[in-house]
């Protein structure tokens, strides 16, 4: 099949996805679109919103439409690396097995990740980057396509262990939910507090998504929309050539060249799934929030003045 043909086929399969995810998920389209786009660069997500907006039915509905192993990791405190990623114990015959943790799976739902302190945070996120575990000197490949939504609830701070920027920089994606409008609420209390079950279909299988992954990747991009890029990620630097006003006064640190790349990823993704055969600015522009929100941090001039990271970068574009 060639390229322009399987670029049709992931529309009309795409659209297919949307439409049985929206037999469960009332609203939160954006929120949607994002989560699959992640999954179609093979990229990983966090989820901020607060309690009962649907986050876990979300990511195990996306789960259950493509056909992959889902698993929910519940983070707390007393939570190890060991509870993650697996250990080692002794059988019967007295030799060492490995009891593989919940990390072996297609899609991992990391709840509330900043819950549990930064050994935890990091075995989970050297899963993330390296698509692999080590453990007693032995190396454990997870399984293909992997992919990590991690969730956050932005109300209750006290008690948890807030991801370093490093660690941030490995999430593609964040995605902020939002309550549903008045009409959208109404729908989900109909649809949820009856006896009905809404049955839905697998739209994909392992394979086709990482065939698709590796289709988005094959999608050209002009020098101009890449050097676009490249210009709105280096304008989040505070103090360097290209920085804003804005930047200059509200950032202390602006996002690195991984940013640069996600956009350009996300960009392709973007526009593949509306039917065009290579990025334009617009695409760039519609997922430049998502990819750059986590990755510029404010200063304590900006969090005084009520500057917010959405108010930077929508002044950038």
């Known amino acids: 099949m060639s390229d322009v043909a399987a670029a049709k086929e992931l529309v009309t399969k795409y659209k297919q996805l949307k439409k049985e995810i929206g037999k469960i998920i009332i609203g939160q389209d954006k929120a949607v679109d994002h989560v699959l786009l992640s999954i179609f660069i093979g990229g990983h997500s966090l989820l901020i919103g607060v309690p009962g907006l649907a986050k876990t039915l979300l990511v195990s509905t996306v789960a259950r439409t493509l056909g992959l192993d889902f698993k929910r990791i519940q983070f ?8 993650i990623i697996g250990s080692e114990i002794l059988d019967e015959n007295r030799k060492f097995q490995f009891l593989k943790g919940p990390i072996f799976s297609n899609i991992i739902l990391a709840d509330e990740i900043n819950r549990t302190p930064p050994k935890t945070q990091a075995a989970l996120l050297e899963a993330m980057q390296e698509r692999s575990v080590t453990v007693a000197g032995h190396e454990h490949k997870l399984a293909k396509p992997f992919f990590v939504l991690a969730t956050q609830n932005p109300i209750e701070q006290e008690g948890t262990y807030p991801l370093p920027e490093a660690q941030l920089d490995r999430f593609l994606f964040s995605i902020n939910l939002d ?19 809404e049955k839905i279909d697998m739209v994909f299988s392992a394979e086709e998504i990482l065939e698709f992954q590796h289709l988005v990747r094959r999608i050209p991009v002009a020098d101009n929309v890449i050097e676009y890029a490249v210009n709105l990620v280096s304008k989040t630097r505070p103090n360097t050539d290209n920085a804003t006003d804005i930047v200059n006064q509200y950032i202390s640190w602006g996002a690195g060249p991984r940013a640069s790349q996600n956009l350009i990823l996300a960009g392709k993704a973007h526009a593949v799934i509306r039917g065009k055969l290579s990025p334009d600015k617009e695409d760039i522009q519609a997922i430049a929030y998502a990819v750059l929100h986590h990755r510029i941090v404010r200063n304590y001039k900006a969090e005084a003045e009520g500057v917010s990271e959405k108010d930077i970068i929508d002044s950038l574009l």
Not at 76 to 83: G, R
């Open 76 to 83: 707390t405190p007393d939570l190890m690396p060991s509870d």
């Open 179 to 197: 309550y549903p409008s008045f009409n959208e609420e109404v729908t989900i209390v109909k649809t949820t507090t009856d006896d009905h079950t």
